[in-house]
């Protein structure tokens, strides 16, 4: 992937919100700033601007001038802290961005004669935040806006986007989502525990807040548990995948995501054949055990006095 800096601005009043902490609001467990951090993990370096937080990596903590200054003295304020070529370019209340999204973005803003790219909302909208931009344009234009302007200060991003020369990027519904009313961190709340999409939601968020990198086959996983709550008691689900989840961290401790990826396969397939093997004594053993209640029940009992009843 092309090397790149990031840009997330985190200002703003949030009116529509009734002046709430909106980078801070929590969908699927994790707040609207972190979620966005998340997506663009490998950036080389993350500038927020916006009031100071805990986040879930360190980032460099930058204010527009004047504060609420709006998001062009926000990304000139940011764009002084990177040095990349490349810079991306995002919004703190994007919950559905995804590394997906960012390589395509970075991709196109890389195509020979480009001066960046930007997403399209199903609307066929520009999103501006949702965006990658190559930094020497970037400066150049914000350096001319504020030469004609007087500054950065309460000017409108499309005084930008309309002088550089950007790819259009059509990610999709979600990666243009952004949350700006109650109605829209509601619908966000909600969508994340749709069916078919809840289990990879929570695996992704359990991740982060355990600060983990670890590309997990929920399929798998899910089978064990079922065989485990079959073929041994229902509580030995949970146990289970706990103990196959440790002992992976145990082999492949000091290892990369790969090895630790295999090392829970691993680990899983031999609790799995354990599950079953488990599941099939109590299957033929059931017959077994009815054949000896019934010849103790129809022959005699031991005697006392015997060896091993513990009657002297």
Partial sequence: ??????????????????????????????????????????????????????????????????????????????????????????????????????????????????????????????????????????????????????????LPLRLLTAELDLARVDAGPDAAFDCDTWDDIAAARDRIREHGTVLDEWITSVKNELGIELDVDTGVLLDLARDAAHGVARPAAPLTTFLVGYAAATASAGAGPDEAAAAVAEAARKATALALRWEAEASAGGDAASGQVGGSAGGAKPEAGREGTGTP
Avoid at 11 to 29: C, F, I, M, N
Avoid at 112 to 123: K, N
Avoid at 131 to 145: D, M, N, T, V
């Fill in 1 to 154: 992937m092309t090397a790149y800096d990031v840009i997330v601005l985190a200002g703003g009043a949030a009116k529509r919100l009734g002046g709430a902490d909106k980078p801070g609001v929590r969908v699927g467990g994790r707040a609207l700033l972190d979620r966005v951090l998340a997506a663009c993990a490998d950036a080389a370096v993350t500038v927020v601007v916006g009031g100071r937080r805990a986040t879930a990596r360190p980032v460099l903590w930058t204010r527009e001038v004047p504060q609420g200054g709006g998001p062009l003295a926000a990304l000139g304020a940011g764009l002084r802290l990177t040095t990349a070529e490349h810079v991306l370019v995002l919004s703190a209340d994007l919950p559905f961005l995804g590394p997906g999204t960012v390589g395509a973005l970075l991709s196109a803003a890389g195509r020979p004669g480009r001066e960046g790219a930007l997403c399209t909302d199903p609307d066929g909208r520009d999103q501006p935040l949702v965006a990658a931009y190559r930094a020497e344009p970037l400066r150049r234009e914000l350096a001319l806006i504020a030469t004609e302007y007087g500054g950065l200060a309460g």
